[in-house]
């Protein structure tokens, strides 16, 4: 990942040393520059390359939490994965997760951050204080404080909706269960799609709005033919950003614990449950490695998209 | 930008937390000669979960051993690692300390844990970790065999019993009073349980039977649900080595829950869901909204206790009152037994990776001396302890404690103490609320038998 993103001209800078403007800018030299990287290297590879390592040892073996098999692992080769591929929980979980990433980032953080964003595009003073405030503060509360205050918001018996709504003992999050953990996302992570569409809003110049109102066109085809493309760019990046993190994410067990009955048991929670409630640490790592396959793909395929604009 | 900032945090924070951990470690080794201090850890939490414990732990145990070990010249500090989460959880917790060799000095753990616990390696048989003083330890002969045996595995003692445990159905006398039903209430086949549900539910009982069912229930609902209902069925769930699959006893556990949760409004099968439907029945039962419910003492003595419940109910000896749990039919129980129960206990152990493990042996035994249980069960906090000379003495003024010591515990029955139950329990967990979810109570029991054939290693381990 780390490649492809990489901007390409750092290659076309090492091949023109001549034009008297050195790779080597702040004048270093290759073993004191590598001194300044080492300690965020040695941190990379002890919190990110050797777990992602270790999962993958992991699980290959029958390692559980407890029992004889914690002690003496011993190694079984692809049979974690390939009980996976066999296992409707996985499966179940799999779909249900793009579900939960279709549903919450793909429509919810990403058309509602936009449409904040436009609304709120020319909008000065107390207003969009107050929204961007809300918005935010949705994002940056500990999650424990915001599932605490969402049981609060849909419980069954003594729920603040079913108050307001005069609909007492209807039960929200085992009925709809996907829909509320969606809308749940949505409501905690628009922020961050809010403030970057804001962002990419104030890159679109002006008078190319203006020409496109002087030649008659309505707002939709104004964001079509001239936002759209100006923010292509953005676009893309944001979805492949909240994509993974709503793949990744474990917020929703706060809320329903994967239930009722496995219908919000998202790959996040399935891993959990596998790995340390039912102590198989051998096949939560073999599902752990397959999570970080999918979403390298849909990496890849986002990285995709953005490249076909050049 | 900002995210490249909070990046930046995250890895001073990291190695901050490097150092820290560095400083820990050096700090812990330094008290070989001097001090001494030893950590002790339950699923208990002042102000929480079983509150009564925590407080005799703080303000009993710590103080007067702390005391005793002065007097004998020695300079030890005990400190209480309290916890208030789910059964489940607390395992998970512990499992995690002492698979990286942390951990509390002397940890509480289920007895149905010991099996797995010991295989793994987390603990060990106690003369192997505190010498020979475990076994010569001045409680055991005060301690019946069956309540033993709860600590023994493979024939070495692994840790001291806690205490011991009965199931029974209590039952709300006011709404029971309000349906016509009578107050000495004593059910002598399931058909009569169902039979009360139904006079309750008329009289607009809002859950007139809680029979906890489906796998956010965990282990209760195991214990407080399947496992004393197959008694009643005459089944076990592994009788001679053999587990038993879709066999008919469990065709009648489950033919029971759907006669309860499938759509009757005998129960309410959305609380059974519910990430926290256990605490939430407790509390239910406390508003006075369910009429039956079946569970341990711990729901006397922890839940609608008047001082220190989770639940507490401040009328409970006039309200709540007790039955023992009927089997399908007179006699048709296990043994033959017109009623039937299931017991377990907690067990009180060392971690094998303490540093001082006679000190730590010390404090366990103490905990579990005659004086400290005494002190303990004061003030209403009664429960059954392991030992027969101080249980004599603190049932005398505790009505269900003395029925159950007196009527259930005969009858009861054990788990299998083996490493691979918990995943039996978890699959029978399963198969509930598939039944109440409309699968046809024929289709349950085979997808049970299935899925354990893939747990105890293939169908020649299971009969059914």
Redesign the interface.
Request: glycine share 12%; hydrophobic share 40%; net charge negative.
């Given at each position: 990942m780390a490649q492809q993103t990489s901007p390409p001209d750092t290659k076309a800078l090492d091949e023109s040393p001549a034009r008297g403007y050195s790779s080597d800018a702040a004048g270093l030299g290759r073993l004191r520059a590598g001194a300044f990287v080492a300690p965020a290297l040695a941190l990379i590879a002890v919190f990110l390359v050797f777990p992602a390592l270790w999962v993958i040892y992991l699980g290959l073996m029958n390692y559980r939490l407890t029992g004889i098999a914690a002690a003496e692992p011993q190694f079984v080769g692809l049979d974690n994965y390939l009980k996976a591929l066999s296992d409707p929980g996985f499966w179940n979980s799999t779909v249900l997760t793009f579900q939960f990433v279709l549903g919450s980032a793909v429509i919810g953080q990403v058309v509602l951050g936009f449409t904040l964003a436009w609304l709120m595009r020319n909008r000065r003073g107390t207003l969009k204080s107050v929204v961007e405030g809300v918005v935010i503060l949705a994002w940056i509360l500990p999650s424990a404080v915001v599932a605490f205050l969402w049981v609060a918001l849909l419980d069954r018996d003594s729920g603040t909706l079913n108050a307001l709504l005069g609909i007492p003992g209807f039960a929200w999050l085992l009925d709809y269960p996907m829909l509320s953990i969606i809308l749940f996302n949505t409501w905690r992570g628009t922020a961050f799609s809010m403030m970057l569409y804001g962002a990419a809003l104030g890159n679109v110049p002006p008078s190319h709005l203006e020409s496109a109102r002087l030649a008659g066109a309505s707002g939709w085809q104004q964001l079509r033919d001239v936002v759209f493309p100006h923010i292509r760019g953005h676009i893309l990046t944001n979805l492949l950003l909240i994509s993974l993190w709503t793949f990744n994410d474990f917020g929703p067990f706060l809320l329903t614990a994967g239930g009722p009955e496995n219908k919000t048991e998202i790959l996040a929670v399935y891993v959990y449950k596998t790995a340390l409630q039912a102590g198989d640490l051998g096949y939560g790592a073999a599902i752990s490695t397959i999570i970080l396959l999918i979403n390298l793909v849909v990496a890849i395929f986002y990285l995709r998209l953005l490249r076909r604009k050049g | 930008m900002v995210r490249n900032r909070s990046m930046g945090v995250v890895?001073v924070l990291?190695?901050s937390a490097l150092g820290l951990a560095a400083c820990g470690q050096s700090s812990g080794d330094g008290g070989e000669g001097g001090a001494i201090e030893l950590t002790i850890a339950q699923n208990a939490i002042a102000g929480g979960k079983n509150a009564a414990a925590a407080d005799h732990i703080a303000s009993w145990v710590i103080p007067k051993f702390e005391e005793a070990q002065k007097a004998k010249g020695k300079d030890v500090t005990v400190k209480f690692v309290p916890s208030g989460v789910d059964d489940?959880q607390y395992k998970?917790k512990l499992?995690?300390d002492l698979?990286s060799g942390k951990g509390a000095d002397v940890i509480d753990i289920d007895g149905i844990?010991a099996?797995?616990?010991a295989?793994?390696?987390?603990i060990k048989p106690l003369a192997e970790v505190a010498g020979p003083e475990a076994e010569s330890w001045e409680g055991w002969q005060q301690i019946p065999e069956a309540v033993q045996g709860l600590a023994t595995y493979n024939g070495k003692k692994y840790a001291l019993p806690v205490g011991t445990d009965g199931r029974v159905l209590y039952f709300n006398k006011t709404l029971f009073q309000k349906a016509g039903l009578p107050a000495d209430w004593q059910p002598v086949s399931w058909q009569e349980v169902l039979d009360a549900g139904e006079k309750l539910k008329s009289s607009g009982v809002p859950v007139p039977i809680q029979i906890n069912a489906?796998?956010?229930m965990g282990e209760a609902t195991t214990m407080q649900g399947v496992l004393p209902l197959l008694a009643g069925a005459g089944g076990e769930v592994q009788v001679d080595g053999k587990w038993t699959g879709a066999a008919q006893p469990l065709k009648d556990v489950l033919g029971l829950y759907q006669k309860v949760y499938g759509g009757s409004g005998l129960g309410d099968p959305?609380l059974q869901?519910?990430?926290k439907g256990r605490d939430?029945s407790f509390q239910q039962f406390a508003e006075g909204k369910v009429g039956i419910l079946l569970e341990g003492d711990y729901f006397w003595r922890g839940v609608v206790n008047p001082k220190t419940g989770v639940a507490p109910m401040a009328d409970r000896e006039e309200v709540v009152g007790y039955a023992k749990i009927p089997a399908i039919e007179p006699g048709k129980g296990i043994r033959g037994q017109d009623f039937v129960s299931m017991s377990g206990g907690a067990l009180r152990t060392l971690n094998p990776n303490s540093k001082h493990p006679k000190e730590a042996f010390e404090l366990l035994a103490f905990t579990l001396s005659a004086d400290a249980l005494k002190e303990e069960t004061k003030d209403g906090n009664v429960r059954i302890t392991p030992r027969t000379d101080v249980n004599k003495e603190i049932l005398a003024g505790e009505p269900l404690l003395t029925y159950i010591s007196d009527e259930v515990l005969p009858l009861t029955a054990y788990r299998p103490p083996v490493?691979?139950y918990?995943?039996v329990s978890?699959a029978l967990q399963e198969a509930t609320?598939a039944v109440a979810?409309g699968t046809a109570a024929d289709q349950a029991p085979a997808d049970y038998q299935k899925k354990l054939e893939g747990i105890v290693g293939g169908a020649a381990n299971v009969a059914s």
């Open positions: - | 890895a990291a190695a489940e998970t499992s995690l698979k844990w099996g797995e616990f295989e793994a390696g987390y489906g796998t956010a959305k869901q519910e990430a939430k490493a691979v918990p995943q978890v609320p979810g």
